[in-house]
């Protein structure tokens, strides 16, 4: 167990949930080989906090397959040390290129270069806002604390100017700071994910036999803003997922019901005046294995 000191955890915290959380990145990443075992230390590496979400890089390609498997045990560790009162962490994901770039550097590293009109390593504090950082801390008589919380808020401040520097703007969800290419922060972006996804369900179960082309121009009526995130492979996911729904739901021999007319009008994209008894028995003969109820077939005899 980290030791940790609450009275100067409470102290920055009233400087504000920004800082705060600015403050506990650094925590974590100056004693990341003391939270997690020393081969996930070796290849996973802590970028940032964003709304409860812990951003990593991952030095090999092969070892992100393995992160899921151990998103669990990192996220334990984290919240039995800094997250007690409240989870601090609640999943983590794989930082994108421009989250790890602008990052602030540990103590006596060099920065990382970005490929920004403006780089971090090119952006210097004027005085006065070293010196309102050095207010700050000048609130910690204890010399090791009051550096570590400088060095926290020197950080923040820099990280918040490049940002500035390079024209990021606010998500258009919440108030984190986003590069002009992008609408949303990664974690707004995955719930609008979500929410589109959600909606494509609606949009197959009232019009199960849409054509993938026509369930995206209907979508994107409704959320014209997801139209890079609204691809032919997107839409056929979505249709997958929502049979795949239906049909654990479904008992095979339960060919008149209303959740089977929608199962099969989906799978075979044909709208209710082209479906026979013949197609409808050999889509579900098609998907039995996604039945909740497997079909007996008689085996035919040998002769």
Same mark, same amino acid.
């Given at each position: 167990?980290?030791?940790?000191?609450?009275? *100067?955890?409470?102290?920055?915290?009233?400087?504000?949930?920004?800082?705060?959380?600015?403050?506990?990145?650094?925590?974590?990443?100056?004693? #990341?080989?003391? *939270?997690?075992?020393?081969?996930? $230390?070796?290849?996973?590496?802590?970028?940032?906090?964003?709304?409860?979400?812990?951003? !990593?890089?991952?030095?090999?390609?092969?070892?992100?397959?393995?992160?899921?498997?151990?998103?669990?045990?990192?996220?334990? =560790?984290?919240?039995?040390?800094?997250?007690?009162?409240?989870? @601090? !962490?609640?999943?983590?994901?794989? =930082?994108?290129?421009?989250? !790890?770039?602008?990052?602030?550097?540990?103590?006596?590293?060099? $920065?990382?270069?970005?490929?920004?009109?403006?780089?971090?390593?090119?952006?210097?504090?004027?005085?006065?806002?070293?010196?309102?950082?050095?207010?700050?801390?000048?609130?910690?008589?204890?010399?090791?604390?009051?550096?570590?919380? *400088?060095? =926290? @808020?020197?950080?923040?401040?820099?990280?918040?100017?490049?940002?500035?520097?390079?024209? #990021?703007?606010? &998500? $258009?969800?919440?108030?984190?700071? &986003?590069?002009?290419?992008?609408?949303?922060?990664?974690?707004?972006?995955?719930?609008?994910?979500?929410?589109?996804?959600?909606? *494509?369900?609606?949009?197959?179960?009232?019009?199960?036999?849409?054509?993938?082309?026509?369930?995206?121009?209907? @979508?994107?009526?409704?959320?014209?803003?997801?139209?890079?995130?609204?691809?032919?492979?997107?839409?056929?996911?979505?249709?997958?997922? @929502?049979?795949?729904?239906?049909?654990?739901?479904?008992?095979?021999?339960?060919?008149?019901?209303a959740d089977v007319l929608k199962l099969v009008m989906l799978e075979k994209r044909l709208p209710p005046d082209k479906l026979t008894p013949a197609i409808i028995r050999r889509a579900l003969i098609d998907l039995q294995f996604n039945l909740s109820e497997q079909p007996k077939?008689?085996?035919?005899?040998?002769?």
């Amino acid at each position: 167990m980290i030791e940790i000191d609450q009275v *100067l955890h409470e102290q920055i915290r009233s400087f504000g949930a920004t800082t705060y959380k600015t403050f506990l990145c650094s925590e974590i990443i100056n004693n #990341w080989s003391e *939270l997690v075992d020393e081969s996930i $230390a070796a290849q996973v590496k802590p970028v940032g906090i964003e709304h409860n979400t812990l951003l !990593v890089s991952v030095k090999s390609s092969a070892f992100k397959d393995q992160l899921k498997f151990l998103a669990e045990e990192i996220i334990d =560790a984290i919240n039995e040390n800094f997250g007690k009162e409240e989870p @601090l !962490v609640k999943e983590i994901r794989i =930082a994108k290129s421009f989250q !790890v770039d602008d990052m602030p550097p540990k103590k006596n590293q060099p $920065a990382q270069v970005d490929e920004a009109s403006v780089k971090l390593e090119d952006v210097t504090l004027t005085d006065e806002e070293i010196k309102r950082c050095e207010k700050q801390a000048e609130k910690f008589s204890d010399a090791e604390f009051r550096t570590t919380v *400088l060095n =926290a @808020l020197l950080s923040q401040a820099k990280a918040q100017k490049f940002r500035f520097a390079n024209k #990021w703007h606010k &998500c $258009a969800k919440c108030n984190t700071l &986003c590069p002009p290419a992008e609408m949303f922060c990664e974690v707004c972006r995955i719930k609008e994910r979500k929410t589109m996804v959600k909606k *494509l369900f609606d949009i197959f179960y009232d019009t199960p036999w849409l054509k993938t082309q026509d369930a995206q121009k209907l @979508l994107l009526k409704q959320m014209p803003h997801m139209r890079s995130e609204c691809t032919l492979d997107a839409i056929d996911s979505a249709r997958t997922s @929502l049979i795949q729904n239906l049909a654990s739901h479904i008992r095979f021999g339960d060919e008149e019901s209303a959740d089977v007319l929608k199962l099969v009008m989906l799978e075979k994209r044909l709208p209710p005046d082209k479906l026979t008894p013949a197609i409808i028995r050999r889509a579900l003969i098609d998907l039995q294995f996604n039945l909740s109820e497997q079909p007996k077939f008689k085996t035919r005899k040998q002769a």
